[in-house]
Nanobody, 120 residues
Framework: QVQLVEAGGGLVQAGGSLRLSCAAS????????MGWFRQAPGKERDFVAA????????WYADSVKGRFTISRDNAKNAVYLQMNSLKPEDTAVYYC?????????????WGQGTQVTVSS
């Protein structure tokens, strides 16, 4: 059973930084793509970033490109989201996600989420 546990959320002022982490367990971590999504109050869950199983390929939503960096450490079964130059509109619950099948980006497993609040 795949389990994902996020950490690192919190309250930060605009322009600040946070680093989210996600610890994965339950299967061979390095075989699957990973991603980060976020959901603001009253809005749908949106894609933020994704990373391939090897870590060589990454993708970002336009709204975070140049500010956020996704990375993974397959030896530690962990994926990270470094968030810089944070804006109030980045405020949301951030979710870690794992692909359900090798070589796909269909995210079937989700963490419980971690709150990120950016004050102006």
């Amino acid at each position: 059973q795949v389990q994902l546990v996020e950490a690192g959320g919190g309250l930060v002022q605009a322009g600040g930084s946070l680093r989210l982490s996600c610890a994965a367990s339950g299967r061979t971590f390095s075989d699957y793509a990973m991603g980060w999504f976020r959901q603001a109050p009253g809005k749908e869950r949106d894609f933020v970033a994704a990373i391939s199983w090897s870590g060589l390929n990454t993708w970002y939503a336009d709204s975070v490109k140049g500010r956020f960096t996704i990375s993974r450490d397959n030896a530690k079964n962990a994926v990270y989201l470094q968030m810089n130059s944070l804006k109030p509109e980045d405020t949301a619950v951030y979710y870690c996600a794992a692909a359900g099948t090798r070589l796909t980006y269909e995210f079937d497993y989700w963490g419980q989420g971690t709150q990120v609040t950016v004050s102006s």
